[in-house]
């Protein structure tokens, strides 16, 4: 089984910006794409959604207005932008393909492994 796979983490400084890239599998059934992240000691959330279809997308309310999430069904590559990041926003992005526009993992099969954003104050 291929999986998603993520690139682009670092570290920042609070009011910088990062952006994460993600190379998903081709031919997959699933229309929707979603980065979800997890900090230390906390459950993973739903962050960004984006359909492939009509580019619909969905955002957490924490990160409204600053990240941007956008896809390039000719290379099968997801993207998310990042800007005037927080140190809450450090953890562990991930990069999921899924069903619905939605924020649930419950809607979300193929996970990849995950990249480290740290974000210092």
């Known amino acids: 089984q291929v999986l998603p796979v993520e690139f682009g983490g670092g570290s920042v400084q609070a009011g910088g910006s990062l952006s994460l890239s993600c190379l998903y599998p081709p031919y997959i059934h699933e229309r929707y794409r979603g980065w979800f992240r997890q900090a230390p000691g906390k459950e993973r959330e739903g962050v960004a959604v984006?359909?492939?279809?009509?580019?619909?997308?969905l955002y957490a309310e924490s990160v409204k207005g600053r990240f941007t999430i956008a896809r390039d069904n000719s290379k099968n590559m997801v993207y998310l932008h990042m800007s005037s990041l927080k140190p809450e926003d450090t953890g562990k992005y991930y990069c999921a393909v899924g069903e619905a526009l939605s924020l649930g993992e419950r809607y979300y099969s193929d996970w990849g492994q995950g990249t480290q954003v740290s974000v210092s104050p």
């Open positions: 984006i359909g492939l279809g009509d580019g619909s997308d």
